[in-house]
């Protein structure tokens, strides 16, 4: 098990950026694929994005692919996820999870997540 504490959300206008973060504790960290997915009121959570354990392969939907970073830094048990070109459509609580097998793409499949942080984004 390992527990996640998400941080770095906030309000910004669109064509903004904003850096979220997602600490975890426990020692294992380097040995979970992350994963950042995000929920509006009244839709079902779904997938932004996510990285292997090693940070070597990294995934994006296709509404963050090419204005969304996934990274991590296993020496600070963090992973992060870089918005840039911020759309109103971005916003949402976003979600951060921990799988201790490989990536995937499905909520279902990741049994540790954080309690979500708020990102806004303003027309």
């Known amino acids: 098990q390992v527990q996640l504490v998400e941080s770095g959300g906030g309000l910004v206008q669109a064509g903004g950026s904003l850096t979220l973060s997602c600490a975890a504790s426990?020692?294992?960290?380097?040995?979970?694929?992350m994963a950042w997915f995000r929920q509006t009121p009244g839709k079902e959570r779904e997938f932004a994005a996510a990285?292997?354990?090693?940070?070597?392969?990294?995934y994006y939907a296709d509404s963050v692919k090419g204005r969304f970073t996934i990274s991590r830094d296993n020496a600070k048990n963090t992973v992060y996820l870089q918005m840039n070109s911020l759309k109103p459509e971005d916003t949402a609580v976003y979600y951060c999870?921990?799988?201790?097998?490989?990536?995937?793409?499905?909520?279902?499949?990741?049994?540790?997540w954080g309690q979500g942080t708020q990102v806004t984004v303003s027309s």
């Open positions: 999870a921990a799988r201790s097998r490989g990536t995937s793409f499905s909520l279902n499949d990741y049994s540790n």
């Open positions: 990285i292997s354990s090693s940070g070597s392969f990294t």
């Open positions: 426990g020692r294992t960290f380097s040995s979970y694929a």
